[in-house]
Structure formats: C-alpha cells, structure tokens
C-alpha cells in the first residue's frame, strides 16, 4: 500500500483512513472547495510540463472560474431550493488506460462536499504522476488544510482484502473500468444503503453525412480531418468515448466519392502530426483486420499492412464487432440510407455518437427514436473528447453524489 496524497509518515493507511472518514462533510460548493479548483486550475496552466497534455489542459480548463459558475447554475437549477447534502464518503476506482479520468469524479464529489478515497493502479501514467505533486504541493498551503483532512489517494495491487475494508467505509463506490473490473469489484459488498456508480467499457461510433462531405470545400474538409483526429488520435483511440465505427450516410454512389476526399485528407493530416505508435500497434492494427475477416464480420479491407488510418468495411453486426476492436487506428466502415437506419445496430455498449452533417433538429429527432437502445452522447466532430460533463454515460453526477434532506 502506498499513500500518494495527502504527503504522510506518520501514520500507516489504515490510520489514515480512520481519520479521513472520521472528518465531517463540507457544504456543497463550499467557498474553500471553489478557491482550491481554481488554485488548481491556475497551477496547471502556469505549468510548463504538465499543460503540454491535452487531458491536462482541459482538466484545467474545466476547473476555470468560468466553468465552475456555469456547473454551480446548473446545479442550483437541479436543487431547485431543496436541501441537498454531501453522502458521505465517496470511493473512486479509475481505469487505467486513462487514469486522469477519475480526477474529474473526485473534484465533482468534493465540490459537492463528500470526503473521497481514490484508488490508483500501481501503473501509473506521468501525467497523473505530475498532478499528483503538484495537488501534494497545494495542499501543503495552510489555507487548505481541511481539503487535505478529507481526500485521500492510495495505490495497491489487486488485494480483494483492501478494497472490502475500503467498501466498508463508503457511502458511495464509483467504478471506472472494464467490464471484468466492475464485476469483480462488485462482488465485494457495500453497507447497505451505500450506491454505485458504474463506468463500464463503451464503444463509441461517427455518422457522417456524405454529401455534406461532398459540399465541403478543401478548407472545410481540413477542418473536418484535423477535427475528426482530435476525436480519434489523441488517446491512441482508446478513450470510450473515440469513434471506432463509421456510419456513412446517403447514397451509395454518394459515399463512395465522399470517402474518396475524406480518407486521403485524414491521412495527410495525420502524417502531419507524425503519429507512431511503434511497430506494435502497426501489427496488432492488420492482425485486428484479419480477425474481423476471418470472424465473417468483415468483407473487405480497405487498407492494406499496417497503413494508417486502418479501414475494415463491416458487413455483419455481432457482438464481436465491438469486442475484437484494438484501437490505434483501426476504422470500421458501413453504409445507410438514412440516419434512422444506424438505431437497429446501436446497443447498450454504444456511448457517443460523433456528427457531421446533421442540423441540430436532425440530432435531437434521433435522439428520441433512441428508446431502450444505447447513445448518451451525440456531439459534433471535434468534440468527442472535450471537457467532462456532469452528466456522463447517462448519469447526472451531482444529483447521485448527494441527497435530498425533506423538511416539512
């Protein structure tokens, strides 16, 4: 076990963890809470290293004075004047392909006022790393001393044992993780009328509506290609909400010229960024081709070694469709008429729907005709990846991270 905030030796985690939970809940949005998010914010940017990655930029974006008023109006918009209080103790287990994640859990449960207790992998990346001494470097300021009795991040292997005493102390769990991840966690009880809060693998898809690829000029299409890098490129394609499956819609003949200007454009811009994900991802990017062929899911590919980006045209929807991806460039492509026509292979798996094309109205139609399929996000190009909301894969944060007093 490993204590990696607040900075201690003098006491042993389980002492630590007696203390922490023992400090009393603060007032949502609490002034101290407001003044520390912006330190943090302010830190980050003025921070050469650290402002140099994208996740950490916009963590610091997010954590603006402007951004935090704007989730202060929502929130009180939410309460409507009802009395909302912190739950309590709220534990956080983050994924470990993209570890910052959990930063933005923790910071929303403790504007809300809750104590937390955030559980990182062993593995850790250099950016959480490098927010980690800078938050130790914070805290440290006696002005935040309260903030610092009330959080908690430690690091341990896989020790079922630690995460039970963990859970015992907890109002709620907040899992971030594969599917595998969360069962096992959940096998681990919880006091009674503790909740949890499940973040589990998603799979996310682009529509891109030829024509409008077609109508674009040279300028609008380089535009679209670096934008359409952002959502797919930055996090090696990785994070659950980077489209994987592409979804072209119009007439075929349409579609066949739209790829033709979409897809060399693509290329040049990412040639232009150099990206090199070593030898490796190269491999593992055609053997995943093969596998979709093999697999009778694929009937033709459309790239050939290791080429990026990396086309597989999809012919049959299973399971293993969204199973078998890999990530690091690899795309997979089928055709619709119309927009309507994606609902029937859209699942509960399915996050983000990436847009180009489509107006607003267009958006907000499909979006009833949802129903009981998957979908809790729909975002223009550019903008899979940007700042966290506070209601993600379905979920309004600040409503499940406090609880409503009745007084009559």
């Known amino acids: 076990m490993e204590i990696l905030l607040p900075k201690e030796t003098e006491r042993d985690w389980q002492e630590l963890l007696g203390w922490v939970t023992r400090a009393k809940p603060m007032r949502p949005f609490a002034p101290l809470c407001l003044a520390f998010l912006q330190e943090v914010s302010n830190s980050i940017m003025s921070n050469k290293e650290l402002i140099s990655y994208i996740e950490a930029s916009a963590l610091a974006h997010w954590l603006c004075e402007r951004n935090l008023k704007k989730i202060y109006k929502y929130y009180e918009s939410k309460r409507q004047g009802k009395i909302w209080l912190p739950r309590g103790v709220v534990l956080h287990f983050p994924p ?37 001494d800078m938050l130790n470097s914070i805290l440290e300021q006696e002005r935040f001393k309260a903030i610092r009795e009330r959080n908690m991040v430690i690091s341990y292997g896989h020790e079922e044992v630690i995460t039970k005493e963990l859970s015992q102390y907890c109002h709620v769990r907040v899992i971030w993780g ?16 503790a909740i949890e809060l499940v973040f589990a693998d998603r799979f996310s898809m682009a529509a891109l509506k030829a024509d409008a690829v077609l109508n674009a000029s040279e ?3 380089e535009t679209l290609s670096k934008k359409f890098f952002t959502d797919a490129f930055v996090l090696n394609q990785k994070a659950c909400a980077s489209p994987r499956l592409i979804f072209w ?9 739209a790829k033709s200007r979409f897809w060399p454009t ?3 811009i990412v040639c232009q960024r150099e990206i090199d994900w070593g030898e490796g991802v190269g491999i593992e990017r055609m053997i995943t081709g093969y596998r979709y062929v093999v697999e009778g899911l694929a009937d033709k590919l459309s790239t050939a070694g290791t080429d990026l980006p990396y086309r597989v045209h999809i012919q049959k929807f299973e399971k293993k469709l969204r199973e078998l991806h890999s990530g690091g460039g690899v795309f997979l492509e089928t055709e ?9 292979l859209i699942t509960f798996k399915d996050q983000t729907l990436v847009v180009y094309g489509f107006s607003r109205n267009e958006m907000k ?19 899979a990846l940007n700042i966290f909301d506070v209601v993600w894969d379905g979920y309004d944060m600040l409503t499940y991270l406090t609880r409503e007093v009745t007084v009559i």
Do not use: H
Not at 336 to 344: A, F, G, P, Q, S
């Open 178 to 193: 594969g599917d595998e991840t969360i069962r096992q966690i959940r096998t681990i009880p919880l006091p009674p009328r």
């Open 219 to 221: 300028e609008e299409l």
């Open 266 to 268: 693509l290329k040049k």
């Open 336 to 344: 619709k008429r119309n927009l309507i026509d994606v609902l029937e």
């Open 249 to 257: 819609i119009g007439e075929q003949e349409d579609i066949n010229r």
């Open 365 to 383: 139609e499909f979006a009833w005709q949802l129903g009981g399929y998957g979908i809790d996000r729909m975002v223009g190009v550019g903008q």
């Open 96 to 132: 470990s392909n993209v570890d910052s994640v959990c930063i933005y859990s923790w910071f929303l449960s403790l504007l809300v006022g809750n104590i937390n207790i955030i559980r990182l992998s062993q593995k850790r990346s250099t950016q959480i790393k490098l927010l980690l």
